[in-house]
DNA sequence: ATGGTGGCGCGGCCA
């Protein structure tokens, strides 16, 4: 059962490299973010004729989340409880034996800013309801654009980044809150190589100089977590032109039934 | 170097 996550930056124009990438890598669950678009525009033929069901949570210009799965995705959810949010960020739904939380997290803008405040607000907001889903969801995958390297180990230059927005103590902090109500980090299971990155801003060359964060995360619940066989980054898609800024990552479970191939 | 690039949409915001 293999698993993605890929902020497209744009579903529009990202579709082709999408469709490419699905019928290279054939995964079970792709979970998308950043795909701004209003649900009316959402690519849902093309997106069938490749095999896959969708839902989505869409949004004009900015935001939005989707889930494309082999099987269909069902009870799904597309807010916080207790947080009156208009912003597209969050799909949950239960596909096959899994239940799935697509996270598209704040950016969050800068520590002075509004958006670092509503950022700690939204985490605190999703602490409280993975707390409730663990209990009910014991095959339970957190994925998605965290906005958070979780680690030093994470970003490119820590010293650089010390103190910045994506790195930041209380936003490592809330990470790690949520991570010990009991998932992994799926990535960190494995060997990795060093210097390891989701994420490279489009600006100064900084995927050619390898200038990047890991901020882009696939949680697992215990049980699930005992049932991964392989984490990976695919950085093929970051070399196409016109790319996201984001490449996928993927996940690899044993024991979960599946519908591909 | 307080810059740089990209998406949306057509001025300025967001990342």
Redesign the pocket.
Known sequence: MKLATWNV??L??RLPQVLDWLAQVRPDILALQET?LQDPDFPAAAIADAGYQAVFAGQ???NGVALLSRLPATEVVTDLPGLADPQRRVLGASIGALRVLNLYV????SLDSD?YVYKLEWLDKLHAYVAGQLQRCPLLAIVGDF?IAPEDRDVHDPKEWEGSVLVSEPERTALRRLLELGLCDTFRRFDQPEASFSWW????AAFRRNRGLRIDLILASGTLCERCSACRVDKDPRRLA?PS?HTPVVAEFTDIPSAAD
């Open positions: 930056n744009s529009r124009v701004k004009k210009t900015y704040p950016n969050g803008a958006k906005n801003d489009y600006r100064a016109q800024d």
